[in-house]
């Protein structure tokens, strides 16, 4: 059985391949997975059609099936896990705290908070959708954090409290609100929205979120060996002529950013963030220009499958993601914590 260590030794560009294609493999059999039968043929037919590379001899409902329903839906899936897992490393490094994770800001809540006000207030007459509101509401509580942490000092633990706090208050304001305006229907869709789904994305949600995942990548890749220094302690890292300030506000209102996004689409997908950062740092060690590439290929394979089990476990019911993740996520961290508890 093979050792961290070899494993850390395997070249990049084979980790990387050996993980896009999982990744893309992945993608290919959980579009067939369903109550209509598709098999990958059909997948590669579909998506080879519709760029131009051939015809697909799919019936309409079938095509249909696989391009406007499972593949937006599974491809969603694996930008939201990458793009959490990601958050959660950059976090967890940046305030130097196993435990970090992307909605330790308080962005969650807040995105929770402007999707109900849009669904049971109709705050923004029809010009705001959901993923809007609930865009707003992230960009408000991350503000309101950073307000907050500014004002009591800006040290890391003001950062987490003030995250703490934005937090608090926003899941306040969201169960007023649905409790107070909310019929039954609509509070039972909320909570469902809450909890995690990604029914019904679409290709607009895709595009958006991979955009901001990409980019969100490019500038978290280039801040790497400023994430190494980070470990040894800010004043460590100033003392190498890091400019801690500056690299943490970067930072983190990239992590919100990006969160915001993911949110507004898939609503608060929890445990993610802080258990995929710890498999892949057991995997490939802290180097965060390794760590970063691998945790979002891992992130975005988990999550593509954990949505398929989502969707097909109780079947015809759907199960909310966000439930799913927390199910395998509490006894995968306590074995993560197992695992490292002689490494400290």
Known sequence: ??????????GRPLLWVAGLTLL???????????PASIRVADVWSVVAARLGCGASDLSPIRDGIV????LPRTLLAAVCGAGLAVCGTVMQALLRNPLADPFVLGVSSGAS?????????????????????AFVGAACSFALVLLLSHALGGT??????????????????????VMTAADAETTRGVLFWLLGSLGGVGWTDVWVCLAVLVAALMVC????????????????????????????????CVTALLTAALVS??????????VLPHAARAL?????????????????????????LARTVLEPQEVPVGVVTSLIGVPAFVLILFRTRGTR
């Open 24 to 34: 893309v493999v992945s993608v290919a059999l959980a579009i067939t997975i369903g």
């Open 284 to 308: 490939v060690g802290p180097g965060h220009s390794r760590l970063l590439p691998v945790t979002a290929l891992a992130g975005a394979v988990f999550l593509v499958w954990v949505d398929t």
């Open 113 to 133: 908070t402007g999707a109900v006000v849009v669904v049971v207030l109709g705050v923004g007459g029809g010009a705001l959708s959901i993923s809007g509101g």
């Open 265 to 274: 689409s898939a609503g608060a997908i929890g445990f993610v963030g802080l």
């Open 156 to 177: 890391t633990d003001r950062v987490v409290l003030s995250g703490v706090a934005a937090m608090q208050l926003f899941s306040a304001l969201t169960s007023f609100v």
């Open 67 to 70: 391009w406007n329903l499972r």
């Open 221 to 252: 890749g280039g801040y790497a060996r400023t994430l190494d220094a980070f470990a040894f302690g800010h004043d460590a890292a100033a003392t190498l002529g890091v400019s801690v300030g500056r690299t943490r506000l970067v930072l983190l």
């Open 1 to 10: 059985m093979s050792s961290p260590a070899a494993i850390r030794g395997l």
